[in-house]
């Protein structure tokens, strides 16, 4: 079975500061990992994967992710943040092959002050 | 590509009422998933289908519960004698896994149920 750790529920960042969102996975088999956002009443929007390949992963609106294999983390990072940032961001794992079903962490809420 | 549509948006039901919800996946997408969202938690699988055969059940899923998708297409998720319990987010989202398995998700608004 699959699982993903995300701690610290909210995140507070300066506008123009580092964003930095952790993620620990845990699986039985080599993952799929995956970064969405989900802003106020709607619903995932996905910002990147990892499936294989290159470790360093590029989204959208600017952020990127690392796969790190030895310390089962994928964590999301963006150099400077902006107010339309300021969202809930979940970091999802799956085993890939059949059943894709996604297991989620519970979310990093991120508010961006100006 | 229109995306993942759901309706209704908002559903607000009396304890002991059925609820249906619809959720239309993006064209040719062969697989359709079902999560439920409940406050300050992630999305937590229900059930999907791989076209209209419908694969895996959560636990989750209790026998209140029941979900198609006939044809193949569209999917409704059915609540039955609804309970305070069951007010979340329903997300749907579909995908078209590629020969390798892999697979991306795409995610439809929600349908908010609100149980009083």
């Known amino acids: 079975a699959q699982s993903v750790t995300q701690l610290g529920s909210h995140v507070s960042v300066s506008e123009g500061a580092l964003v930095l969102l952790r993620c620990n996975y845990s699986?039985?088999?080599?993952?799929?990992l995956f970064w969405y956002v989900q802003y106020p009443n709607q619903g995932l929007q996905l910002l990147l994967k990892?499936?294989?390949?290159?470790?360093l992963v590029k989204g959208i609106n600017g952020f990127e992710a690392e796969f790190k294999k030895s310390e089962t983390s994928f964590h999301l990072t963006k150099p400077s943040a902006h107010m339309s940032d300021a969202a809930e961001y979940f970091c999802?794992?799956?085993?890939?092959?059949?059943?894709?079903?996604?297991?989620f962490g519970k979310g990093n809420q991120v508010v961006v002050i100006p | 590509d229109t995306g993942v549509s759901q309706n209704p948006r908002h559903k607000i039901t009396k304890r002991g009422q059925n609820v249906t919800f619809r959720c239309d996946p993006i064209s040719e997408h062969n697989r359709l998933y079902w999560y439920r969202q409940t406050l300050g938690q992630g999305p937590e699988f229900l059930t999907y289908f791989q076209n209209e055969a419908q694969l895996e059940k959560s636990r989750l899923l209790s026998d209140r519960f029941s979900a198609e998708r006939p044809k193949g297409s569209f999917s409704t998720l059915e609540i039955q004698r609804t309970e305070q319990g069951d007010s979340a987010m329903y997300l749907c989202a579909s995908s078209r896994s590629d020969r390798r398995g892999w697979e991306t998700q795409y995610f439809g608004p929600g349908t908010r149920l609100l149980v009083l």
């Open positions: 990892y499936t294989t390949g290159a470790t």
């Open positions: 999802a794992v799956t085993a890939g092959g059949g059943n894709n079903r996604l297991a």
């Open positions: 699986s039985s088999v080599p993952p799929y």
